[in-house]
Every structure is written in C-alpha cells, then in structure tokens.
C-alpha cells in the first residue's frame, strides 16, 4: 500500500445538526476500493486525483494521531469514515484503524464509526471499552435492503445482508449501531419497497436508529462515473439524469415528500428512533460531564 505525507490526521469538525454528533474527524486513508458507483468522495471538491480507487494510508499515521490527540484541550467524540471506509481491504492486514482505537480508548476519546465493511466486527473488544468513558458507536451506511441491488452499486464490500448481519452481531454484544440510508439515489433506490424494507431490517437486526437522505449529491467527475457505471446495470438512467438534474448538485427524488412519510411512518410502526436530536440525546446519555460535548 502506498503511503502519503501528512501532518495531521485528527482535526476539529465543522459542525453538522442532522447527523450523529462528533466533535473531531480523523481519516487515516485515502481514496477507497469498495468501488460505490456513486461515491462523492470520488469528486475533485475532496481530492483531486485519478487514483480514487487505489487505497493509500497515511505516512507515520499512529504518531501523527497520538500527538494529536495529546494536543487536544478536550476529549471528544472522533468521526472516521466521512470520505474514505476506515474498514477497507487494507485494513484486515495494517491494522491502522484498531490500533488508532486503541489510542482512543488510552487516551479517553469516545468514537463514531461509519462504515459499509463488517471487518468492523473484529473491533469490538475495543469498541465495548471505548464505551466505558465516551459514545462508541457504528453507523452503517447501508443504501438498499436487497443484495442484488447492492452488487450493482456497491460491488466490491459486504453486501447490505452482510452488514445487517454485522449489526446483529455488535449490538447483541451492546454497542449501538445505527444505519445510514444516505444517500438515495432518484430512479435505483427512491422506492417505497426499499424503504421500508430498510426501516424493517434496521430494527429487526438491533439498530437504534435509521437516518435517511432523499436525494444524492453530484458534482465533476462523480456524476461522470456514476452515470458511466449506472448505465450499465440500469440502461435509459443516465438520459434520466441528464433530463431531469442537468448539472444540479443536488439530486433529489421526484417523490421525496412520499418517501420521507413512508419513511416516518415505517419507523414509527416498527418502533425505531429515526430524530437524530433525540438519538443524540440517548447516545449521550449516562456520560455526566462529557455530556455537553455532544449536545448540539
Ligand atoms: S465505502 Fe464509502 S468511501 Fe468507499 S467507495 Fe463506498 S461510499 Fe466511497
């Protein structure tokens, strides 16, 4: 695996109300191999290179996130996963990412995990201790409820079956874990079916929470590749786009109003938290005084 220079690799978050709170964001690698069609760390707003594919780790990353974390004036909730899977192939060899939580945990920072990739399984000794100081959670990105689906557009990590398979196993061991329905993707995803299926698994396999987009976003070279690619698993799709979202960043479903009460009702009738303020709230819950480090 290639390895790049950097000086930092934990760094303070901006600020985000919809989703899990964190407070820093640590990405050890660059670029990822789990091949998702529609990717937006694939754009050139997050790294401009051809190389997207071909993972690279971080040059001294161990040392680099030790000192950062000696720098920090307050512990904290760390983010990893936003641009590049912190469990890509990779990682089952390094281990860069165990041994970063392993550092976590030495230094009393709490985590939040999102991943496609059920390697995550193998940390969860870690995971468990973490969650005696501060929130350990895992957040599954899982996009579809059927894995043929899945194969078309995520080809090369585990399968959505797999990953609520994985659910099952970590929260059944008492970490929480929640799905991430981002993004949905107008004209392959945006069915009432999936989502409600999705809202039905989630909960059936122990997550605490669903979280759900109603659009996907596109910019340069991501809405290249992914009309490229999409294309071949669902011809007329990119004419579709090219019809329907021109050039717009932001590609919302025709129906996201149906959606998003289908997707509320679902959860409502399955008995799953889906207000992420009210996730927030619980996930903080029994830290004391750490608690205001993740309130909004
Ligand atoms: S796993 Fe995440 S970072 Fe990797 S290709 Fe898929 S969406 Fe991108």
């Not at 109300?17 to 997050?46: D, Q, T």
């Not at 950062?68 to 590049?84: C, E």
Request: aromatic share 10%.
């Amino acid at each position: 695996m290639e390895l790049i220079d950097a000086k930092t690799i934990v760094t303070n978050a901006v600020p985000n109300n919809n989703y899990v709170k964190f407070n820093y964001v640590m990405n050890i690698y660059r670029g990822c191999n789990h091949g998702c069609i529609y990717c937006y760390a694939r754009s050139n707003y997050y790294e401009k290179t051809d190389n997207f594919d071909c993972v690279r780790a971080k040059k001294d990353a161990l040392r680099i996130i030790r000192d950062d974390l000696l720098k920090k004036r307050k512990t904290g909730v760390i983010l990893t996963g936003g641009v590049s899977d912190p469990y890509n192939p990779e990682e089952k060899e390094s281990k860069l990412t165990r041994n970063a939580l392993e550092l976590i945990n030495a230094y009393r920072f709490g985590i939040c995990i999102i991943t496609k990739s059920d390697l995550v399984k193998r940390d969860a000794d870690i995971l468990l201790d973490i969650k005696e100081h501060l929130p350990a959670t895992v957040n599954f990105s899982i996009i579809c409820s059927d894995d043929e689906t899945c194969k078309k557009v995520e080809p090369f990590v585990s399968t959505s079956g797999e990953r609520f398979k994985a659910i099952e196993y970590l929260s059944g061991k008492g970490i929480i874990t929640g799905v991430l329905m981002d993004p949905v993707i107008p004209y392959i995803t945006d069915t009432i079916e999936n989502v409600q299926e999705m809202v039905k698994k989630a909960k059936d396999h122990g997550a605490k929470y669903i979280y759900i987009s109603t659009l996907v976003t596109m910019a340069d070279i991501q809405r290249d590749y992914f009309l490229q690619e999409a294309e071949k698993h669902f011809p007329g799709i990119s004419q579709k786009y090219k019809e329907r979202f021109k050039q717009y960043y932001r590609c919302r479903s025709p129906h996201y109003k149906k959606l998003w009460n289908i997707f509320v009702e679902s959860c409502v009738k399955e008995g799953i938290n889906y207000d992420m303020h009210s996730v927030n709230e619980s996930i903080s819950r029994g830290y004391g005084i750490f608690r205001d480090l993740i309130q909004p």
